[in-house]
């Protein structure tokens, strides 16, 4: 029953829940969702039709997101949610 011993030490960890995803699986579900959608507006608003589809087909845990708003779209932290954005 190597399958039982597994599930059991990793369920028993102080972050997971009962099925195992717990506060942590949750706060980077959220994470994820937030830097997803905001690089889906920017790239959107930018007209970067490439980009947009790569970040809604591909899932990289938010570091493609990442990427896209810091490096391709440039976008300072005070207008991460402003819709007055400029295209470059």
Do not use: C, Q
């Amino acid at each position: 029953m190597m399958y039982s011993n597994l599930y059991h030490s990793f369920s028993s960890l102080p972050f997971m829940g009962r099925a195992g995803f717990g506060i942590l699986g949750l706060a980077t579900l959220l994470l994820v969702i937030a830097l997803k959608g905001i690089a889906l507006w920017h790239a959107a608003k930018r007209e970067d039709k490439w980009w947009f589809i790569a970040m809604l087909v591909v899932n990289t845990a938010g570091l493609l997101e990442l990427i896209y708003i810091i490096f391709f779209a440039k976008v300072k932290f005070e207008t991460l949610f402003s819709s007055k954005d400029k295209k470059i």
